[in-house]
């Protein structure tokens, strides 16, 4: 079973960089098939697309976020990491890691718990 | 990007009725086409991939249907435990986008 654990601060200034890791267990980051993933929710709304990574390194991202948006992989720690800069408080929200499988990586099987992150002075 | 409109956006029913939610595209995805469960303070549930097949432990009463631009996501028997707020998420084309979510709600 495969399980993801966010981690990171849960407190941002406003203009800094939000950064956070998931920690994959269960299954490995390189064993291929998979893309892994964000996602985020603000405070009582949906669910927005950040982006995803192949164990090889290769990403793609929402291109509204894309100017500022960095995800990177370690597989010899089986982590991956989101990078988010000049955030504002409408970055707020809970930041979900994902595993991403299927026809075009399309299917979001596997979730974190998912960790709040406030951008707030 | 395409976008996603499900309908209603809260919905109030009895343990045991029927209940259906409907997801609009914006333009043709075919039938590439999830849903998904997500109860209060938890990471959202894959449910049904590829607009009707349901994911592995899924219980069978939910289904989905439809392919183009028009999908429905059906509970048959409602239950105590389904209640939540179900999306629809589409990946015919990047970025990936989700519905706006509807509430369900027991009566």
């Known amino acids: 079973q495969v399980q993801l654990q966010e981690s990171g601060p849960g407190l941002v200034k406003p203009s800094q960089t939000l950064s956070l890791t998931c920690s994959v267990s269960?299954?490995?980051?390189?064993?291929?098939?998979?893309?892994w993933g964000w996602i985020r929710q603000p405070p009582g709304t949906g669910l927005e697309w950040i982006g995803y990574i192949y164990s090889s390194g290769s990403t793609d991202y929402n291109p509204s976020l894309k100017s500022r948006v960095t995800i990177s992989v370690d597989t010899s720690r089986n982590q991956f990491s989101v990078r988010l800069s000049s955030v504002t408080a409408a970055d707020t929200a809970v930041f979900y890691c994902?595993?991403?499988?299927?026809?075009?990586?399309?299917?979001?099987?596997?979730w974190g718990q998912g960790t709040l992150v406030t951008v707030s002075s | 990007d395409i976008q996603m409109t499900q309908s209603p956006s809260s919905l109030s029913a009895s343990v045991g009725d029927r209940v259906t939610i409907t997801c609009q595209a914006s333009?043709?995805?075919?039938?590439?086409l999830n849903w998904y469960q997500q109860k209060p303070g938890k990471a959202p549930k894959f449910l049904i991939y590829?607009?009707?097949n349901l994911e592995t432990g899924v219980p069978s009463r939910f289904s989905g249907s439809g392919s183009g631009t028009d999908f429905t996501f059906t509970i048959s028997s409602l239950q105590p435990e389904d209640i939540a707020t179900y999306y629809c998420q589409q990946y015919d084309n990047l970025p990936y986008t989700f519905g706006q979510g509807t509430k369900l709600e027991i009566k």
């Open positions: 269960g299954g490995s980051i390189s064993s291929g098939d998979y893309y």
């Open positions: 590829d607009a009707s």
């Open positions: 994902a595993r991403f499988r299927g026809y075009s990586y399309g299917w979001i099987d596997y």
């Open positions: 333009q043709d995805i075919s039938n590439s």
